[in-house]
């Protein structure tokens, strides 16, 4: 019995070392795959009808079109190859939603006026999240 308890604890070990691999395996596959820092004006605030915008998604969603479409920028915004497709643009909401953007770094950006950093994460040129930071 001594033999068969020492038998399968390498196997036991083994096992949670391929597991522990199998859940990394995604999040080591992630690579940083762009960013960008802009500086979220009044114009970011609403959309191309003059609507007021709600969501810290459709701010930065609005920034990068106003940057790529409309050629509308301010100081502290920075070109990104990967936004400059309306593709890629549309896809920001799910992008932020798998993402992070702290409570008080949505509130800022809503409110305007705020310094942001976007770092885009996917896998092979395709976006899969983006981390916002706000800074000052």
Do not use: C
């Not at 020492?6 to 795959?33: C, D, N």
């Not at 100081?75 to 409570?103: K, W």
């Amino acid at each position: 019995m001594h033999a068969t308890q020492s038998e399968s604890t390498p196997m036991k070990t083994l096992a949670a070392v391929m597991f522990a691999l199998t859940l990394s395996a995604p999040v080591a596959a992630q690579e940083v795959i762009g960013g960008y820092a802009a500086y979220i004006g009044r114009n970011d605030l609403y959309n191309s009808n003059g609507t007021r915008l709600t969501e810290a998604w459709q701010v930065l969603r609005q920034d990068r079109a106003n940057y790529h479409r409309f050629g509308i920028r301010q100081t502290g915004d920075e070109g990104d190859p990967y936004f400059s497709d309306a593709n890629n643009r549309a896809a920001l909401e799910q992008m932020l939603m798998r993402g992070t953007v702290h409570p008080v770094a949505r509130r800022r950006i809503l409110e305007g006026g705020a310094s942001v950093y976007v770092t885009i994460y996917g896998r092979g040129g395709r976006g899969t999240h983006v981390d916002v930071d706000v800074f000052d």
